[in-house]
């Protein structure tokens, strides 16, 4: 149980255009869910933190504005790179709580690789 | 903001043998969580071990166990009977007990060698 998936896997835009990464929880509704970027041999960086049915709040440093995310249902949430720089070549991870399990450990999505070109 | 301090940026262990993983943090929160992930070249991040600070015994989860000190604000991770399956990029977390937000430190890349 507790299974939380990202897809894609693997994207490569051209600079300039628009990627969208979907964070599902497959088996477990999740009213909170987390955005990470992580570069390499580094630690996971918190970009956001999205409540269903609300706007998300971002972390300092994070531009909201290119970084859009909509956690439109209790199972998805969606990240939108818009206007993608190479700069923005990260490997993105999303994470979501269940409540209903208790505790407050975070499942983690797979991971997406954003490549800008 | 909590800070989480991993000073061993790489360790090595002999396949077999125990290894042993540091971790303190800061907080002036007397309930909190704490956990250990493991992150392998796949980079799925998984859940090794949790510890809820009210609880005085330490976690274990079969070969993985904790050492959490509470008034050290310490809480390492003993790997026994080391396995080459456990090589991965290792990372200490703390939980707040009523929010959200994780506190991760930078992690220890664990190599085990044959």
């Known amino acids: ?117 | 903001a909590q800070t989480v301090t991993q000073s061993q940026p790489e360790m090595s262990v002999q396949e077999a043998e125990t290894v042993t993983l540091s971790c303190t943090y800061d907080t002036s929160e007397s309930d909190y969580y704490l956990f250990w992930y493991k992150q392998p070249p796949s980079r799925q991040m998984i859940l090794v071990i949790r510890q809820e600070a009210y609880k005085q015994q330490n976690a274990t989860e079969n070969r993985f166990s904790v050492n959490f000190q509470k008034a050290a604000k310490s809480f390492s991770l003993k790997i026994s009977d080391s396995q080459l399956g456990d090589a991965a990029m290792y990372f200490c977390a703390y939980a707040e007990w009523a929010g959200n937000q994780f506190y991760f430190g930078t992690g220890t890349s664990l190599t085990v060698i044959p």
């Open chain 1, 1 to 117: 149980g507790a299974v939380v998936s990202q897809h894609p896997s693997r994207v490569i835009c051209k600079s300039g255009t628009s990627v969208k990464i979907e964070c599902r929880s497959l088996d477990f509704q999740a009213t909170t869910m987390f955005w990470y970027r992580q570069f390499p041999k580094q630690s996971l960086m918190l970009m956001a933190t999205s409540n269903e049915g609300s706007k998300a709040t971002y972390e300092q440093g994070v531009e909201k504005d290119k970084f859009l995310i909509n956690h439109a249902s209790l199972t998805l949430s969606t990240l939108t790179v818009t206007s993608a720089h190479p700069e923005d070549s990260s490997f993105y991870i999303c994470s979501a709580r269940d409540p209903q399990r208790g505790g407050y450990e975070q499942y983690f999505g797979p991971g997406t690789r954003l490549t800008v070109t």
